[in-house]
């Protein structure tokens, strides 16, 4: 038992090294916005505002890639997803489990409209 507790106390130092290497600014990830995931916090260049990249199954059968803004109060109105260059804010750990397979996508898809 004492050996999970081990490798859950080191995912939990990994995670918080890398949020807090984010949050110092020291950091900086790149990236085309149109190649990160869904669920992927960025930041348009060289703007602080927090954007949650979303990708949706519209009725159409296209899939569609929007943001929504993020504040402490919560998520704003949907936007289009910026083109060029972006600021990956999610840590790296995080954001190596979304790309490979965790889907977090909301599971009611009227949040996407």
Not at 32 to 53: C, D, K, N, Q, Y
């Amino acid at each position: 038992m004492g050996h999970e507790s081990d490798d859950q106390d080191s995912v939990d130092l990994e995670i918080r090294t890398a949020q807090a290497t984010v949050q110092s600014g020291t950091y900086p990830r790149n990236s085309a916005a149109e190649l990160l995931p869904s669920g992927v916090f960025i930041r348009e260049i060289p703007s602080p505002e927090l954007l949650l990249i979303f990708k949706y199954r519209h009725p159409q059968d296209k899939v569609q890639t929007c943001v929504y803004p993020w504040t402490s109060r919560g998520y704003g109105v949907k936007r289009s997803l910026p083109t060029g260059e972006v600021e990956v804010v999610t840590p790296a750990p995080m954001l190596e489990v979304i790309q490979h397979g965790f889907d977090p996508t909301p599971l009611n898809p009227i949040l996407a409209w």
